[in-house]
């Protein structure tokens, strides 16, 4: 099975930071990554499909990118309701998620 | 607008089992593969796993973790799923969630609010 690695696991910013997640797959998946965002007590959300195409609904804020075994999701100017936990999700059978990275407030 | 709700959880001692059903709506249900994702009280995401539609054959991959042990089945008359959980470990206490699978692109683009199954004697 592929296995998910994010970095970090968890980041404290502030409103109206940069915040880049980084997620790796133990071997090339293309462009099979999605990202979800959770908040607590909440169902994730999708806001990344194939890597960098945005979920309709999802702010512009997040993109995504990469291919092969690296990716990216990046949030360009930091919200306050963008404090949550953001998993990527390898999209191969079988279906992985990595660890989570908890986005909190500095 | 897509509702995808679960039921079926609560409480069951270890070896029994247990059936979730998933009530959807809003979209085509026959037309889209469907998901099960767990997550342990203050832990992270695990697929457990999927069932195509029927157009691919409606089969279902599992993952390693629960393969033998759960069922995923559809009623495309009723727009219901289940996961049929049988000889329950305490290690599979969860909420479980429901999920509706983007079509070609195997990510989970509409989520249920989740139902808890606690394993416990």
């Known amino acids: 099975d592929i296995q998910m690695t994010q970095s970090p696991s968890s980041v404290s910013a502030s409103v109206g930071d940069r915040v880049t997640i980084t997620c790796r797959a133990s071997q090339g998946i293309s462009s099979w990554l999605a990202w979800y965002q959770q908040k607590p007590g909440k169902a994730p959300k999708l806001l990344i499909y194939a890597a960098s195409s945005l979920q309709s609904g999802v702010p512009s804020r997040f993109s995504g990118s990469g291919s092969g075994t690296d990716f990216t999701l990046t949030i360009s100017s930091l919200q306050p309701e963008d404090f949550a936990t953001y998993y990527c999700q390898q999209a191969n059978s079988p279906f992985t998620f990595g660890p989570g990275t908890k986005v909190d407030i500095k | 607008e897509v509702q995808l709700v679960e039921s079926g959880g609560g409480l069951v001692q270890p070896g029994r089992s247990l059936r979730l059903s998933c009530t959807a709506s809003?979209?085509?249900?026959?037309?889209?593969?469907m998901s099960w994702v767990r997550q342990a009280p203050g832990k992270g995401l695990e697929w457990v796993g999927f069932i195509r539609s029927k157009a691919y054959g409606g089969t279902t991959e599992y993952a390693a973790s629960v393969k033998g042990r759960f069922t995923i089945s559809r009623d495309d008359s009723k727009s219901i799923a289940y996961l049929q959980m049988n000889s329950l470990k305490t290690e599979d206490t969860a909420v479980y969630y429901c999920?509706?699978?983007?079509?070609?692109?195997?990510?989970?683009?509409?989520w249920g609010q989740g139902t808890l199954v606690t394993v416990s004697s």
């Open positions: 809003g979209f085509t249900f026959g037309d889209y593969a």
């Open positions: 999920t509706k699978i983007q079509l070609w692109l195997y990510s989970f683009d509409y």
